[in-house]
Nanobody, 122 residues
Framework: QVQLVESGGGLVQAGGSLRLSCVASGRFFSINPMGWYRQAPGKERELVAT???????NYANSVKGRFTISRDNAKNTVDLQMNSLKPEDTAVYYC????????????????WGQGTQVTVSS
């Protein structure tokens, strides 16, 4: 069984910074990609950023230039450094990973962390 555990959420004033971390555990062949999504009250879950095992990144337009995603393949971790935070960044942030049980592309499954609250006050 695989698991994603997040940490690092909290309350911060607008313009401040937070760093989210997520660690994957369990038995798997590989993880690709890893990333972060968020869900604000009354809204659908949306992509924030993803990163492949090779380091290729993808960001939502709303966070480009402010957020940075990074990954440590050896430790199975993915971090999200969030700078210049805005009230509209307030949401529950979910770690995401696509796990592969074997080398086959058909062995993949999507997993989510439990979510961590980020609140940005104005």
């Amino acid at each position: 069984q695989v698991q994603l555990v997040e940490s690092g959420g909290g309350l911060v004033q607008a313009g401040g910074s937070l760093r989210l971390s997520c660690v994957a555990s369990g038995r798997f062949f590989s993880i690709n990609p890893m990333g972060w999504y968020r869900q604000a009250p009354g809204k659908e879950r949306e992509l924030v950023a993803t990163i492949t095992s090779g380091g290729s990144t993808n960001y939502a337009n709303s966070v480009k230039g402010r957020f940075t995603i990074s990954r440590d393949n050896a430790k199975n971790t993915v971090d999200l450094q969030m700078n210049s935070l805005k009230p509209e960044d307030t949401a529950v942030y979910y770690c995401y990973a696509q796990f592969f049980r074997t080398s086959s592309t058909y062995s993949r499954s999507d997993y989510w962390g439990q979510g961590t609250q980020v609140t940005v006050s104005s």
